[in-house]
């Protein structure tokens, strides 16, 4: 059995689709693409398909990782092209390697979320990072399937900046700014995920958004001495694969994977 370790990118209106639903496109995809697939043993057998910390429904990511197994060997390359092409709009292949020792899950230590904020000044912004980074802790709540938890956000963040030039964005009329934040977060567990950072600037600083903001993770990886993440799938990359690496603002694409679309 050949395992391969795969990172893909969900964008555009995929951003709000469950990861259940983002699972089932992405069998529906090694269906299509022909893939040599091993399967789950009994009754009713599945691909043998691992999920590695699924982005949170409503947000974008240009690193999200899989692991899949093949009954024979075959080259990440061509499996990453076949995956591609046979996947739904806004869901792209970016990289594919052979498995390398341990477990994926084991070299995601934390996360680099781009955050835009329409309607929020550089300014404003600023003064809300700092106020944030300043406290010993910052406690939101979140709403779980078994009520309301709270949660220490400050905690999880490794580091906290806001983009040095504004953007504009013609999300209202007329054209506003729009402050952006970039956050590297712990993967403890509870997960402090985008939301809960944009609480954090709430509670302390009560920054609040006029308009929804939109998160994408930009990359996963272990922490290095600098505080910027390891590609997981660098070390075992082979000379003759794929090689885009994680770029730190989500502009990476692959041919076809830049139109939304909904799965299916």
Avoid at 29 to 43: E, N, V
Avoid at 147 to 176: F, K, M, N, Y
Avoid at 192 to 212: I, N
Avoid at 218 to 243: N, Y
Wanted: glycine fraction near 10%; hydrophobic fraction near 45%; charge should be neutral.
């Amino acid at each position: 059995m050949c395992r391969l370790w795969l990172r893909y990118a969900k964008r555009g209106r995929l951003r709000f689709t469950s990861h259940r639903d983002i699972a089932r496109a992405v069998e529906r995809g090694l269906r299509r693409a022909g893939l040599p697939m091993a399967y789950s043993q009994g009754f009713n057998p599945h691909p043998k398909v691992s999920w590695v910390g699924a982005a949170p429904t409503g947000s974008a990511s240009e690193a999200e990782y899989v692991e899949i197994a093949l009954v024979t060997p075959a080259d990440p390359a061509v499996v990453r092209a076949r995956l591609d092409a046979a996947m739904p709009e806004g869901l792209a292949v970016l990289d594919a390697v052979v498995a390398g020792p341990g477990s994926l899950a084991d070299r995601m230590e934390a996360s680099r979320w781009r955050i835009e904020l329409p309607g929020v000044s550089v300014a404003a912004l600023r003064d809300a990072v700092s106020a944030v980074l300043a406290a010993p802790e910052v406690q939101v709540e979140r709403m779980t399937k078994n009520g309301s938890r709270s949660v220490d956000a400050r905690a999880a963040l490794v580091s906290l900046d806001v983009s040095d030039q504004p953007v504009v964005s013609p999300v209202a009329e007329p054209v506003t700014e729009c402050g952006i934040l970039t956050a590297v977060v712990w993967q403890a567990s509870p997960a402090v995920r985008p939301d809960d950072v944009l609480s954090a600037l709430d509670v302390v600083a009560g920054l609040r958004p006029p308009v929804p903001a939109k998160a994408t993770r930009t990359a996963q990886g272990r922490l290095d001495d600098d505080g910027g993440l390891v590609d997981p799938l660098g070390a075992d990359r082979s000379s003759t694969g794929p090689v885009p690496a994680q770029s730190g603002d989500g502009a990476e694409r692959s041919d076809r994977g830049g139109v939304a679309g909904h799965a299916g």
